[in-house]
């Protein structure tokens, strides 16, 4: 498969013809990101219309540098675009403010990420309600009960972190995503450090949580094998969206990263510097930043749930903690 590197993205989810009907988790619709200003400005995102099919687990790749992470940030309010139009479901999420888009994200996304963010000094099954508590809902035990025996966690649910392998601790971090029902799971890296039977193990659940539970899954990876497991492959290239597979095998996905990466991109590259001859930003700034805006956001959870536990709503605070 032969890949330019096109002037705009693929066509709008929205309105391409051939996904009509499509029930869509989240989407983003002309997306433009755009960090620094001057010398320093970077495209991260330009012009990306990208859309997650519900019940669908959908992989992003892409050379580093290509935008993956700021895709899903931009998708989860994490991050607000520069311009374009972002739904969750079908709620859009420009319109929404601060609190609002905190809610947002509490409410109808999960996130799992490299590092697994369990609380050490709770047990698995109390890190996996722990949003719930936070957010004063209670969990449907029936709905605990088939996330835990899905993801293999019934063993260990009155174990620490601190005594679970690196694999069962990602499924607790999975099972704690998925327990709210959330309409859409935003899996970044999830096996970046695992060892590969793990990582099979993890690919393996979050697949089933898609054919079982019936979860929309979007799977940030740098790993073909990865991608192999998910129903499509989006390709991103210098901040756009360039290609697309369905049902793809590991060899289309190594020969579609294999294209992009001869169209130009930089191996283990970091930015896409707007203007010719301007700094590369540093990767790790970047990184950097990225997990101070999701400390931030959940900061701002915490907040609004310290506010509800004040306004009376929010009583089971006190159980989780
Ligand atoms: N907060 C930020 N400030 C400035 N530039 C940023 C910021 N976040 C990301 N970038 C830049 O935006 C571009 C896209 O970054 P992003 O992290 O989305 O890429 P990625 O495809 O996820 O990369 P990787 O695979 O290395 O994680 C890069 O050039 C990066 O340096």
Not at 211 to 221: R, S
Not at 290 to 310: H, M, P, S, Y
Request: proline letters at 4%; hydrophobic letters at 45%; one cysteine or more.
């Amino acid at each position: 498969m032969s890949i330019g590197v096109p002037q705009r993205s693929a066509p709008t989810p929205a309105t391409d013809p051939a996904r009509a009907g499509q029930r869509w988790a989240a989407r983003a619709e002309a997306v433009s990101k755009v960090y620094g200003s001057g010398e320093t400005r970077v495209r991260a995102l330009d012009v990306v219309d990208a859309g997650f099919v519900h019940g669908e687990l959908t992989a992003v790749m892409g050379p580093s540098g290509s935008g993956k992470s700021t895709l899903m940030q931009c998708l989860s309010g994490l991050d607000r675009v520069s311009s374009g139009r972002v739904w969750i479901g079908d709620q859009e999420l420009s319109g929404l403010g601060e609190r609002a888009l905190t809610e947002l994200r509490r409410d109808r996304v999960g996130f799992v990420f490299q590092a697994f963010n369990l609380l050490p000094t709770l047990t698995a099954r109390e890190n996996i309600t722990l949003p719930a508590d936070l957010g004063g809902r209670a969990v449907e035990a029936d709905w605990l009960d088939h996330v835990v025996d899905t993801l293999g966690l019934r063993e260990r649910l009155a174990h620490r972190p601190g005594e679970l392998s690196g694999g069962q601790q990602q499924r607790v971090a999975c099972a704690r995503a998925l327990v709210g029902r959330p309409e859409l799971v935003l899996a970044d890296e999830p096996t970046g450090n695992l060892d590969s039977r793990a990582a099979g193990e993890v690919l393996g659940l979050l697949r089933r949580s898609v054919d079982d539970l019936g979860q929309t899954i979007a799977l940030v990876t740098h790993d073909a094998a990865a991608a192999a497991h998910a129903d499509r492959v989006l390709f991103l290239h210098d901040g756009r969206l360039v290609a697309e597979l369905s049902s793809a095998d590991a060899g289309e996905v190594l020969e579609t990263m294999a294209g992009l990466e001869h169209a130009g991109a930089e191996p283990g590259g970091s930015g896409t510097p707007d203007l010719d001859g301007a700094p590369v930003v540093d990767a790790a700034a970047a990184e950097a930043a990225r997990t101070a805006r999701l400390l931030r956001a959940q900061l701002d959870a915490f907040i609004a749930d310290v506010d509800a536990l004040a306004a009376g709503t929010g009583d089971r605070r006190g159980a989780a903690l």
